[in-house]
């Protein structure tokens, strides 16, 4: 409890989340930052540091010391820039992320640290151009273009340029402030291009784009800055959008300052934030990198620094006071050095560490906590300027036509070839913007970058003319920006784009056949155009009759394959374009597809189709009530050991396509893999130790060819392999939040695929696949006419419910969903009615024959009768005349008849009486045997009772119970004279029936002794048992304990023994006397 003499000060930010009871019982003291008493103690703090020495520290590690001159030196130039910069800034500029006066002059005593040498500080002059250097960085580097266009990073270069004139960083007008560089060997400011970052690329096809990184003035820059604050551990944050190359750039500093030749003190590794990234989550995989030292201190292996490298920074997800556990966790590492053992709750201090992130202010939670932010140099990453585009298309695009023939070797073509695609894209992004409902609008320089991945593809001796080249490109325009759209209005919004670019850039080439409204061509470049070809190249004709052929051929051939299920596909042109789409995606290193379409579109089909034409491996996951985490990162374990196999058997082709639909996803955290997989190519403790030894012992053959010998480089080229072999296919449906809220919090589901949106089935594919479904029932439609209306009326009726729908939704704004699936439910609805209409009114036709053909059966054999009976009538008469004669001679025997009559009756009653004493005898006779039945019916189910096993357990006993002995010394009585085994004297009497001779006599052969018993009713009936013996058994029969429910309760099988015999007895009893009845 708090004790009077304990008081307590609380540090916060604002009073959001404070409660109103909180508030009044507490003094607060409110500290402005207008006034600029933060910085301004920042600074005075610095140059003290730099003016006194430190003496907890040796000579050697003392920081540079000013001089008095030095000071005062420094504190004019703060005074004379800082604060007329800071006052512009904050009036006129946005940056990227919110920042703080104080962060922003942080970051310009950080950059101070890096650049200021005794030689700089001895001249003015060179201090100020140092200075004046880094204060530009300082307070532009988190300067980029706005959403709504404005160029804040020129704007601050316009206001340096006509505030600041005494120090000349410009040299031209056309230049901003930040296309110079400060050579520290002249102390002059120089283009980015003659600093030693920049050098010139050269490209050879097919390398992959992504794989080669061209200079350019801003990566330059960036890299220059990276490399000096990093050398002094300072923490960087890499700020913009998706696809503006931050982790390319990051990784190719790390990179190059880790390099493994001995000479570095840099180790460094990439961590992925998610959605689900907490502090338990975070802290894990940073100490996975870590060793124990001594005590409680850990750090990386050996003498190396490790650099940590957080990319998405801002993703994690933002509980609901607005913090996120991995920050905090980020915050305290960063400020104190040390974490807490949650297992031990001891502290851990983390040495020789620092923190290099990257993130998207647009995605995840926009900001993190400005606490932890302050602690960042941040700097922005935007859409290159366009000179720098061009520099970079350059390279790519001019060395690969560099080896092409004619006009497409000309670097005249291929500039303006550029040059229309970089005005293509700016017309796109300012065309379709990003959207609540349409935040996929998100055009970048991958985007851009992926275009140019398309023409490159190309083979000279398959692109001999200007005009084809020009085609490819509008080809690879249309699917990376074309096939992200989401209606009919926009495509033609984008195509009306294309048209006014092509006749502005190439209007020699005639491509308003591909455009046209009605009947156009379609154009199509794939790698299956005809026998099989496996080059990129364009499907030519007016139609897809040609393509449609090999499609059929390799949907035939996948279907022949047992491994596969069968699929029965109407292959029409929407259908044939999706494939050649998606074969395209899944065809190029790192391609990964997501499929976005309403249900029943045919996403996951095409899919296999097009995984069978690349000749790749489909695999899915089958979800249970179980299947959980573990079981999808098995399954994902499973898929690269497939890649492993294929590395094994040394195969330079092959791959294995992920197939997944958004029904699948049970568990949000399989998402987690997933970005990890797409973002990275990589997922982190995906394999235990003991399996990354059994990857590695299985491809040391492919590695050794590929120049990997040890176990780091096996496993790097083992990890190179899976982001080209495994690739993603997403099937995701528009409809509801669950993909909208999946791409926020994963934003490479996104940003790292290639989208395919699957439009609405045109009507003419809708009429297609009515006639292809309608096949099968074309017999029951009647006339060519009534068949071709049916087949009309398909589509029409589907497209006029889409239209109801669509306004359904303008008035009511309640969405209904009619999708292919609910098209193709109509079909079979039709057909199924159709078939069961068709059976009923032919059985009630066949009914109605069958009847009239009884009327007429019925009617001939009336006027057959008729004919028949009027004959018999004649011969009625005929007969009748005769009998008349008969008649009177009968008359005349009458009398003798008569007399004879009366002898007769008088017998008849004699023998009736006979036949009633005859039945009344049977009639007891049957009554007697019927009192038999249940005596029989007992003694057979007391036999059915028994089994071997209880008789063996009999034959085991050296003293039966009491009782026991008599029961089988009974069955030794009836079976004398039957049984060959039971010894009889002279009399036919059983010479022995004691224990031990029942024992040797009946239960020797046990099987045997039930066999007889089995069979004794059917002896009895034949009257082949002694009478001896019924007399004899008698005696034990009169014993009081020769009872069945007595002799149950010492032996089971002597019970059931017991009642055969007494109803045996019985049944002989009743026999005997119905035997004289008979």
């Given at each position: 409890p708090?004790?009077?003499?304990?008081?307590?000060?609380v540090?916060?930010?604002?009073?959001?989340?404070?409660?109103?009871?909180t508030?009044?019982?507490a003094?607060i003291?409110?500290?402005?930052a207008?006034?600029g008493y933060?910085w301004?103690?920042?600074?005075?703090?610095?140059?003290l540091?730099h003016?006194?020495?430190?003496?907890?520290k040796?000579?050697?590690?003392?920081?540079?010391?000013?001089?008095?001159?030095?000071?005062?030196?420094f504190?004019?130039l703060?005074?004379q820039?800082c604060?007329p910069?800071?006052?512009f800034?904050?009036?006129?500029?946005?940056?990227?992320?919110?920042?703080?006066?104080?962060?922003l002059?942080?970051?310009?005593?950080?950059?101070?640290?890096?650049?200021?040498?005794?030689?700089?500080?001895?001249?003015?002059?060179?201090?100020?151009?140092?200075?004046?250097?880094c204060?530009?960085?300082?307070?532009g580097?988190?300067?980029?273009?706005?959403?709504d266009?404005?160029?804040?990073a020129?704007?601050?270069s316009?206001w340096w340029?006509?505030t600041?004139k005494d120090?000349k960083?410009v040299?031209s007008?056309n230049?901003t402030v930040?296309?110079?560089?400060?050579d520290?060997?002249?102390?002059?400011?120089n283009?980015?291009?003659?600093?030693?970052?920049?050098?010139?690329?050269?490209?050879?096809?097919?390398d992959?784009?992504?794989?080669?990184t061209v200079?350019?003035?801003?990566?330059?820059?960036?890299?220059?800055?990276?490399?000096n604050?990093i050398n002094k551990?300072h923490p960087?944050l890499?700020?913009?959008?998706?696809?503006?190359?931050?982790?390319q750039?990051?990784?190719?500093?790390l990179?190059?300052?880790?390099?493994?030749d001995g000479?570095?003190?840099?180790?460094?590794?990439?961590?992925?934030?998610?959605?689900?990234t907490t502090?338990?989550?975070?802290?894990?995989?940073?100490?996975?990198?870590?060793?124990?030292?001594?005590?409680s201190?850990?750090?990386?292996?050996?003498?190396?620094?490790?650099?940590?490298f957080?990319d998405?920074?801002?993703?994690?997800?933002?509980?609901?006071?607005?913090?996120?556990s991995?920050?905090?966790?980020?915050?305290?590492?960063m400020?104190?050095?040390?974490?807490f053992?949650?297992?031990k709750?001891?502290?851990?201090?983390i040495?020789?560490?620092?923190?290099?992130?990257?993130?998207?202010?647009?995605?995840g939670s926009?900001?993190?906590?400005?606490?932890?932010?302050?602690?960042?140099t941040?700097?922005?990453?935007?859409?290159?300027?366009?000179?720098?585009?061009v520099?970079?298309?350059?390279?790519?695009?001019?060395?690969?036509?560099s080896?092409?023939?004619?006009e497409?070797?000309?670097?005249?073509?291929w500039n303006?070839?550029i040059?229309?695609?970089?005005?293509?894209?700016?017309?796109?992004?300012?065309t379709?913007?990003?959207?609540?409902?349409?935040?996929?609008?998100?055009f970048?320089?991958?985007?851009?970058?992926?275009?140019?991945?398309?023409?490159?593809?190309?083979?000279?001796?398959r692109?001999?003319s200007?005009e084809?080249f020009?085609?490819?490109?509008?080809?690879?325009?249309?699917r990376v920006?074309?096939?992200r759209l989401?209606?009919?209005?926009?495509?033609?919004?984008?195509?009306?784009?294309?048209q006014l670019?092509?006749?502005?850039?190439?209007p020699?080439?005639?491509?308003?056949r591909?455009y046209?409204?009605e009947?156009?061509?379609?154009?199509?470049?794939c790698?299956?155009?005809?026998d099989?070809?496996p080059?990129y190249?364009?499907?030519?004709?007016?139609?897809?009759?040609d393509?449609?052929?090999?499609?059929?051929?390799?949907?035939?051939?996948?279907?022949?394959?047992?491994?596969?299920?069968?699929?029965f596909?109407?292959?029409?042109?929407?259908?044939?374009?999706?494939v050649?789409?998606?074969v395209r995606i899944?065809?190029?290193e790192s391609g990964?597809?997501?499929?976005?379409?309403?249900?029943?579109?045919?996403?996951?089909?095409l899919?296999?189709?097009?995984?069978?034409?690349?000749?790749?491996?489909?695999k899915q996951?089958?979800?249970?009530s179980?299947?959980g985490?573990?079981e999808?990162?098995?399954?994902?374990?499973k898929?690269y050991?497939?890649i492993?196999?294929?590395?094994?058997?040394?195969e330079?082709?092959?791959?294995?396509?992920?197939l997944?639909?958004?029904s699948?996803?049970?568990n949000?955290?399989?998402?987690?893999?997933?970005?990890?997989?797409?973002?990275?190519?990589?997922?982190?403790d995906?394999f235990a130790?003991?399996?990354?030894?059994?990857?590695?012992?299985?491809?040391?053959?492919?590695?050794?060819?590929?120049g990997s010998?040890?176990r780091?480089?096996?496993?790097?080229?083992?990890q190179g392999?899976?982001?080209?072999?495994l690739?993603?296919?997403?099937?995701?449906s528009?409809v509801?939040?669950?993909?909208?809220?999946?791409?926020r919090?994963?934003?490479a589901?996104?940003?790292?695929t290639?989208?395919?949106?699957?439009?609405?089935?045109?009507?003419?594919?809708?009429l297609?696949v009515?006639?292809?479904?309608l096949?099968?029932?074309?017999?029951?439609?009647?006339s060519?006419d009534?068949?071709?209306g049916?087949?009309n009326?398909?589509?029409?009726?589907?497209?006029?419910?889409?239209?109801?729908?669509e306004r359904?939704f303008?008035?009511?704004?309640?969405?209904v969903?009619?999708?292919?699936?609910?098209?193709?439910?109509?079909?079979?609805?039709?057909?199924?009615?159709?078939?069961?209409k068709?059976?009923e009114?032919?059985g009630?036709?066949?009914?109605l024959?069958?009847?009239?053909q009884?009327?007429?059966?019925?009617?001939?054999?009336?006027?057959?009768?008729?004919?028949?009976?009027k004959?018999?009538?004649?011969?009625a008469?005929?007969?009748?005349a005769?009998?008349s004669?008969?008649?009177e001679?009968?008359?005349?025997?009458k009398?003798?008849?008569?007399?004879?009559?009366?002898?007769?009756?008088?017998?008849?009653?004699?023998?009736?009486?006979?036949?009633a004493?005859?039945?009344?005898?049977q009639?007891s006779?049957?009554?007697?045997?019927?009192k038999?039945?249940?005596?029989v019916?007992?003694?057979?189910e007391?036999?059915?009772?028994?089994n071997?096993?209880?008789l063996?357990?009999?034959?085991?006993?050296?003293?039966?119970?009491?009782g026991?002995?008599?029961?089988f010394?009974?069955?030794?009585?009836l079976?004398?004279?039957?049984?060959?085994?039971?010894v009889?004297?002279?009399?036919?009497?059983?010479?022995?029936?004691?224990?031990?001779?029942?024992?040797?006599?009946v239960l020797?052969?046990?099987?045997?002794?039930?066999?007889y018993?089995?069979?004794f009713?059917?002896?009895?009936?034949?009257?082949?048992?002694?009478?001896?013996?019924?007399?004899?058994?008698?005696?034990?029969l009169?014993?009081e304990h020769?009872?069945?429910?007595i002799?149950?309760?010492?032996?089971?099988?002597?019970?059931?023994?017991?009642?055969?015999v007494v109803?045996?007895?019985?049944?002989?009893?009743i026999?005997?006397?119905?035997?004289?009845?008979r």
């Amino acid at each position: 409890p708090r004790e009077e003499f304990m008081l307590k000060v609380v540090e916060i930010r604002d009073l959001v989340y404070a409660t109103p009871a909180t508030v009044s019982r507490a003094g607060i003291l409110y500290i402005s930052a207008t006034e600029g008493y933060q910085w301004r103690c920042l600074i005075d703090s610095w140059l003290l540091r730099h003016c006194t020495p430190d003496p907890t520290k040796k000579a050697n590690q003392q920081t540079m010391l000013f001089t008095n001159e030095v000071r005062d030196n420094f504190q004019g130039l703060f005074n004379q820039y800082c604060e007329p910069t800071l006052k512009f800034f904050k009036k006129r500029l946005q940056p990227v992320i919110p920042v703080e006066e104080v962060t922003l002059i942080g970051n310009l005593l950080n950059m101070l640290d890096c650049l200021l040498t005794p030689a700089i500080l001895a001249d003015y002059d060179v201090m100020q151009n140092n200075f004046c250097f880094c204060c530009v960085w300082s307070f532009g580097s988190i300067l980029t273009i706005s959403d709504d266009g404005t160029d804040y990073a020129a704007e601050f270069s316009t206001w340096w340029k006509t505030t600041w004139k005494d120090v000349k960083i410009v040299a031209s007008a056309n230049n901003t402030v930040f296309d110079f560089w400060l050579d520290p060997e002249t102390s002059k400011f120089n283009p980015w291009s003659k600093s030693p970052y920049f050098y010139t690329a050269t490209y050879k096809s097919p390398d992959p784009i992504n794989q080669i990184t061209v200079p350019t003035t801003e990566t330059c820059s960036i890299s220059f800055w990276l490399e000096n604050l990093i050398n002094k551990s300072h923490p960087i944050l890499v700020c913009g959008p998706a696809g503006t190359g931050k982790t390319q750039n990051v990784n190719g500093v790390l990179k190059k300052l880790s390099k493994e030749d001995g000479t570095s003190i840099f180790r460094y590794a990439t961590i992925n934030f998610n959605f689900y990234t907490t502090s338990t989550i975070l802290q894990s995989t940073m100490f996975s990198h870590l060793e124990k030292k001594t005590g409680s201190n850990f750090g990386p292996p050996g003498k190396y620094r490790l650099i940590y490298f957080l990319d998405d920074l801002n993703l994690p997800e933002v509980d609901p006071y607005n913090t996120q556990s991995a920050i905090s966790l980020l915050r305290q590492q960063m400020e104190y050095k040390h974490w807490f053992d949650r297992a031990k709750l001891q502290v851990q201090n983390i040495l020789n560490t620092q923190i290099v992130a990257g993130m998207n202010p647009t995605a995840g939670s926009f900001l993190v906590d400005p606490r932890l932010q302050r602690h960042f140099t941040t700097f922005a990453m935007g859409m290159p300027e366009a000179p720098s585009l061009v520099t970079i298309y350059e390279t790519f695009l001019g060395g690969h036509l560099s080896t092409f023939s004619g006009e497409l070797s000309a670097s005249a073509f291929w500039n303006s070839l550029i040059k229309a695609a970089l005005t293509l894209h700016t017309s796109v992004v300012q065309t379709f913007r990003k959207t609540a409902a349409n935040f996929h609008y998100e055009f970048n320089v991958r985007h851009l970058s992926n275009v140019f991945q398309g023409l490159i593809a190309s083979k000279k001796d398959r692109f001999t003319s200007a005009e084809k080249f020009v085609l490819l490109w509008l080809h690879e325009s249309e699917r990376v920006y074309g096939d992200r759209l989401v209606c009919k209005a926009d495509i033609e919004k984008y195509n009306q784009l294309v048209q006014l670019q092509v006749k502005r850039s190439f209007p020699t080439c005639n491509t308003s056949r591909y455009y046209a409204l009605e009947n156009a061509w379609p154009l199509i470049f794939c790698h299956f155009t005809k026998d099989g070809d496996p080059e990129y190249d364009q499907v030519m004709g007016t139609n897809l009759e040609d393509l449609k052929k090999n499609l059929e051929i390799q949907l035939r051939d996948f279907n022949n394959n047992e491994n596969n299920t069968a699929m029965f596909l109407d292959l029409f042109d929407d259908a044939i374009k999706h494939v050649a789409r998606i074969v395209r995606i899944l065809r190029n290193e790192s391609g990964h597809a997501l499929l976005v379409g309403v249900g029943g579109s045919g996403k996951r089909s095409l899919a296999r189709l097009a995984s069978h034409i690349c000749e790749y491996t489909v695999k899915q996951i089958s979800i249970s009530s179980k299947y959980g985490e573990n079981e999808f990162k098995e399954d994902l374990r499973k898929m690269y050991f497939v890649i492993v196999d294929q590395l094994s058997r040394s195969e330079d082709k092959g791959g294995v396509v992920f197939l997944l639909t958004d029904s699948q996803i049970t568990n949000e955290k399989f998402l987690i893999y997933l970005n990890d997989l797409l973002a990275s190519g990589d997922i982190p403790d995906l394999f235990a130790m003991e399996d990354m030894d059994n990857i590695v012992n299985m491809v040391p053959t492919v590695c050794v060819m590929a120049g990997s010998k040890d176990r780091k480089e096996i496993i790097k080229f083992f990890q190179g392999e899976i982001r080209k072999r495994l690739h993603l296919c997403l099937c995701f449906s528009p409809v509801g939040d669950d993909f909208r809220s999946r791409a926020r919090k994963f934003p490479a589901l996104v940003n790292c695929t290639v989208i395919d949106w699957f439009q609405p089935w045109p009507k003419e594919a809708l009429l297609s696949v009515g006639k292809e479904k309608l096949k099968e029932i074309s017999d029951l439609l009647g006339s060519d006419d009534s068949r071709t209306g049916i087949e009309n009326f398909m589509p029409f009726s589907f497209v006029s419910v889409n239209q109801c729908a669509e306004r359904f939704f303008q008035v009511e704004r309640r969405y209904v969903y009619t999708t292919p699936k609910s098209y193709l439910e109509l079909l079979q609805l039709y057909k199924n009615i159709l078939k069961k209409k068709v059976k009923e009114y032919a059985g009630a036709i066949e009914r109605l024959e069958k009847g009239l053909q009884k009327l007429k059966d019925t009617g001939d054999t009336v006027a057959r009768l008729e004919v028949e009976l009027k004959v018999k009538l004649e011969q009625a008469e005929d007969k009748k005349a005769v009998a008349s004669g008969i008649a009177e001679t009968v008359n005349k025997e009458k009398a003798k008849v008569e007399v004879e009559s009366k002898k007769a009756s008088e017998e008849a009653a004699k023998c009736a009486v006979i036949q009633a004493e005859v039945t009344e005898k049977q009639r007891s006779t049957l009554e007697d045997l019927a009192k038999a039945e249940p005596a029989v019916q007992q003694a057979m189910e007391a036999l059915d009772s028994l089994n071997k096993k209880d008789l063996g357990e009999c034959k085991t006993m050296s003293k039966p119970p009491t009782g026991v002995d008599d029961v089988f010394g009974a069955t030794m009585v009836l079976l004398a004279g039957v049984h060959p085994n039971i010894v009889i004297t002279k009399q036919g009497k059983v010479k022995d029936f004691k224990w031990d001779a029942c024992k040797k006599q009946v239960l020797g052969n046990i099987p045997e002794y039930i066999e007889y018993l089995q069979k004794f009713k059917d002896i009895v009936d034949a009257g082949q048992v002694p009478t001896t013996n019924w007399k004899e058994v008698r005696e034990f029969l009169e014993k009081e304990h020769f009872k069945p429910d007595i002799i149950a309760t010492k032996n089971k099988a002597a019970a059931g023994l017991c009642s055969w015999v007494v109803n045996i007895v019985m049944y002989y009893d009743i026999l005997i006397t119905v035997e004289p009845k008979r």
